[in-house]
């Protein structure tokens, strides 16, 4: 089995590319989903975290504008924020490789792969990448986004030159969708054990 994990920075399409491995059959563990349920209406993980961030959490779950307005710009509280959510999403993770024993590739779809050390849990990491122009635009077209709020997401993200030089592939968005599915079809084929005998 190969563990491949997919990152790249907020606004990539790093989602898109996500679901085209899931067509290709591979299986996918998506972190952000994984975050977002955990955080749901009967999330285990919100009582956790209003007693943490008070008035952060309602009827929904977690209020993740209220939670991000109380942790983006207090790097403490960011960090109890993480020592809640990261060792539930890492049990999550644990179950999600033995419901699929025995698959020859496995997909993780970490946001902050580079950021949180998340490299070292895979075996090769693919990097979504577009021009910064694409990158913001698309960003700043999503309901309640703001540059100033891009600007701080941005702030806590590895540069995406970085993630690309220390990555394994690098698959473009900002090309047709026919190039983008392409280059995930060489990164699968790269890494599936018939190819590589």
Sequence with gaps: MIRLGLTGSIGMGKSTVAAMFAEAGVPVFDADATVHRLQGPTGRLVAEIEAAFPDTTG???VNRTALAEAVLADPAALRRLEAIVHPAVAEERAAFVRAHDGAPLLLFDVPLLYETGGESYVDKVAVVSATP?????RVLARP???PARLD???????PDAEKRARADFVIPTD???AETRAAVGRVIACLSPCERG
Excluded: K, N
């Excluded at 122009?133 to 635009?137: A, F, I, K």
């Excluded at 701080?152 to 590895?158: F, M, P, S, T, V």
């Design 144 to 146: 309640g986004m703001t």
């Design 152 to 158: 701080a997401i941005l702030a806590r993200q590895l």
């Design 59 to 61: 009827a929904e779950g």
């Design 175 to 177: 090309v047709p969708l």
């Design 133 to 137: 122009e694409v990158q913001r635009e």
